[in-house]
């Protein structure tokens, strides 16, 4: 279509996306102000794609500019707020644009279709993306490049569509589906897997394989999904394995990839010859010395610890296999390009957290009680297993191999461990640090699995990780510290010999590490701690002195991170019972606990933490603490109060209010909960007088399941303890504990209480 803008608009327009470059704080909100009052135009898009498509002597950051503010602006109109003329004036710029020199452009440009193709479809942009694909087959490398690029962005999206189809999304119909499907399999398809070939230029081998990849990573190849997309499965088999012997590292990493998919989605078209095939290239590919092709074979090891039936090629493989994990599982030099460099440091105790690391918190679900108090299969929750203290967040080559080591150990114990023990002997006795952490790291990935048949090596094992918890490195404390908690079980079992001397040894290794001038090692010393407590808590009876006075020194020490791992700590310790309910115990505990409850915002990153400790020491130290108790009533029912009257002005006013969190609302509930059970039968006075029993109706009832369940487990506990004070209650309740055994996920929770109110 034919426009004309004004020329001193234009260029004025041009002027601003040049001084977007500026770091003067006024020139920038100049430059918003600016930019906002020519949206207003109606035909701002039409300024925009002139700068971006049809101007190409300006800078490329300015045309980069207003190629993703059109990008932006076309994402916030409707389908109907684009005119056929516009669109198609859109799409035709955006397509010359991929002939670009740069790849900036080229690459904005794709962005800008893809865009386009969601908002409109793929009907209304017929025109465009037929072109589309029949560039892929031009003679130029930069508009085969842009090409594909844009195809692959587009499928992507298109994919994501068909998965939400498939899960019964109303917002999805089903002739978009049925259309994206048409369209890749008539045009698209075709072309792409044209490209996978050694006999096209290595750029075009790995986008055509990654646009490849992207249909198999989502199913749309699987059995009986799509038939008319199920058709280019063996082509994309028959590609992956002409590709193997490619040896551009970018392309080996497409292959590796669409040959783990292939394994992991079962197709009927595979058989033990592919299996062996595939595998046997990813043993390679697993000891290429390009670090991305090495991270994306890795991958497929665990995967195998799931499919019977590649065991049996696995299993012969192992010879090459142990030692090529071993290999991976030393740090390289991309794990130290990501890795956290406090990890390194001898000495960041008293340096503040950053609160964007920090993961947010959620409140555990709350604890099965059946409202009797006196079950003997009681225990403490189960926590969150502290695994990063060995393998890191990102995942990595180092990661993956120790995962897959870890995973293969449960199915080849027996055929594994004469492989790999005289490997790991060599690495424990390297004079390289990183190759002792790597041993141990190898230790503890197979610790849990084959525990019975490393038994008589464990005395052996223990002392020479209670020496490495000693090292100067950090990173080999707190690796050893993590490797003495996968032993853990044997560790505590009652007929380990010297049990006694070994758990004293252990005890005194990670209650010094807990207070570890490294926050790193203190973290992974403190798990390590909850694990033992987890395993078999009474083996730490004769250490509680050494114990609490050291989460006493811990808590002056810790920053947030291990504070929040500190109160975990307690809580657990809490569940010791009658050995820890002495008053030096209860003081030295409490006291901090308290002084940190009266201050600490409702909105802090460890009050969940406080709470679910608390929690736990008033289950098992109620009596003891009972003097705790009305101040912790008191603030549970201001948050259970205060949360509700936010939800009901957020209800009410949903545009204008942020939506309440209800985390803690369930951890106060739960809390209650936990006071009434520590009280037991002397909760009858605290709740008359307090009649805190009140809120049951209000958390019974929520839309919350979460705060539901707490709800329920504080209704369980107060039918035991405080039936008289309850009893009021009940012609509101029953109804809502008859709706509640209806939800599957709180039918444990609903049913000790509506059955001993139902008893008395």
């Known amino acids: 279509m034919a426009w004309h803008g004004d020329e001193a608009k234009l260029q004025q327009l041009c002027q601003i996306f040049e001084a977007a470059s500026s770091p003067d704080t006024r020139v920038q909100q100049q430059v918003m102000q600016t930019l906002g009052q020519f949206g207003q135009l109606p035909d701002f898009n039409m300024y925009l794609v002139a700068i971006f498509g049809q101007m190409p002597h300006l800078q490329e950051v300015v045309r980069q500019r207003a190629g993703l503010l059109l990008k932006t602006h076309v994402m916030g109109l409707s389908a109907a707020g684009l005119a056929p003329g516009v669109a198609d004036h859109i799409n035709s710029n955006a397509l010359s644009a991929m002939q670009d020199k740069s790849r900036t452009i080229r690459n904005t440009a794709g962005t800008i279709l893809t865009t386009m193709v969601q908002k409109v479809g793929i009907s209304a942009c017929g025109t465009a993306l037929e072109k589309l694909v029949e560039s892929v087959g031009g003679s130029s490398h930069e508009v085969v490049e842009g090409s594909l690029s844009a195809l692959g962005k587009i499928c992507e999206d298109g994919l994501a569509l068909l998965e939400r189809a498939s899960a019964g999304s109303t917002k999805v119909s089903t002739a978009d589906a049925q259309l994206f499907v048409t369209w890749t399999s008539q045009q698209v398809l075709p072309k792409v897997v044209s490209c996978a070939s050694p006999s096209v230029p290595a750029f075009a081998r790995q986008s055509a394989l990654e646009c490849l990849n992207h249909f198999a990573l989502t199913g749309a190849f699987n059995d009986g999904k799509y038939p008319a997309l199920e058709q280019f499965r063996a082509k994309y088999i028959d590609a992956l394995g002409t590709l193997a012997n490619d040896t551009t590292p970018e392309v080996l990493q497409a292959v590796c990839k669409g040959f783990a ?29 390009e670090y991305g092709v090495r991270l994306e074979a890795l991958a497929v090891w665990k995967a195998c610890a799931a ?3 590649s065991w049996a090629i696995v299993g012969k493989m192992l010879p090459d296999l142990v030692p090529t994990l071993l290999t991976n599982m030393i740090y390289a030099d991309a794990d130290f390009m990501i890795l956290d460099q ?13 609160l964007d690391d920090i993961a947010p918190r959620f409140h555990k679900e709350s604890k ?37 080591l870890d995973a293969l150990s449960e199915i080849f114990q027996a055929d594994m461990l004469p492989l790999l023990l005289p490997l790991v002997q060599e690495k424990l006795a390297h004079a390289s640090w990183e190759h002792q952490e790597a041993g141990v790291l190898a230790l503890g990935a197979i610790g849990v699995n084959c525990l019975k048949r490393l038994e008589q090596f464990l005395p052996q094992v223990i002392q020479l990780l209670l020496g490495l918890c000693d090292s100067p490195k950090p990173l080999l404390r707190s690796i050893a510290c993590w490797c003495v908690s996968r032993f853990s079980a044997w560790i505590c ?9 070994i758990i004293g040894t252990v005890t005194k290794t990670l209650l010094t590490r807990c207070l570890d001038r490294n926050k790193h090692v203190q973290s992974a010393a403190m798990s390590a701690l909850m694990a033992v407590l987890e395993t078999g808590g009474a083996v730490l009876i004769p250490h509680l002195n050494d114990v609490v006075e050291t989460l006493v020194k811990a808590r002056v020490l810790y920053q947030i991170k291990n504070t929040r791992l500190l109160y975990d700590t307690i809580g657990l310790l809490a569940w010791i019972g009658p050995d820890l309910d002495k008053p030096q115990y209860v003081q030295a505990l409490l006291s901090p606990l308290v002084q940190r409850f009266d201050t600490v915002p409702d909105a802090d990153v460890t009050t969940l933490s406080l709470f679910e400790c608390l929690t736990s020491v008033s289950q098992c130290l109620g009596k003891s603490a009972a003097a705790m108790v009305p101040k912790l009533v008191m603030r549970c029912l201001k948050i259970v109060n205060e949360t509700a009257m936010a939800i009901k002005v957020w209800e009410q006013n949903p545009n204008e209010y942020e939506r309440p969190d209800k985390e803690l609302m369930a951890t106060a509930v739960d809390l209650l909960a936990g006071i009434v059970e520590g009280l037991k039968e002397q909760a009858k006075e605290m709740v008359a007088k307090m009649n805190f029993l009140s809120i049951l109706p209000l958390v019974c009832q929520d839309k919350s399941s979460r705060t539901r369940q707490s709800g329920f487990w504080l209704w369980g506990t107060a039918t035991a303890f405080c039936i008289e004070q309850l009893a009021p209650l009940l012609p509101q309740l029953l109804p809502m504990g008859v709706a509640g055994l209806e939800f599957g996920g709180l039918l444990l929770m609903c049913t000790p209480s509506f059955i001993k109110v139902e008893k008395k």
């Not at 992991?264 to 990813?282: A, G, K, R």
């Not at 406090?342 to 950053?354: I, K, P, R, T, V």
């Open 368 to 404: 099965n009680i059946d409202g009797d108090g006196d079950d003997e299969e009681d225990g403490p929750p189960v926590r969150e297993a502290h695994s990063s203290h060995a393998w890191g967040a990102e995942w990595t080559a180092r990661k993956a191999a120790a995962a897959s």
């Open 307 to 309: 499919k019977p039936d």
């Open 342 to 354: 406090s990890h390194l440091e001898d000495d960041n105790a008293g340096s503040a957290d950053s």
């Open 261 to 289: 998919c292939s394994m992991d989605n079962d197709w009927s078209c595979m058989t033990q010859q592919h299996y062996q095939v595939i595998l046997q290239f990813m043993l390679k590919a697993s000891q290429n010395p």
């Open 493 to 501: 079992w009652a007929q380990n010999p010297n049990q006694a001397q």
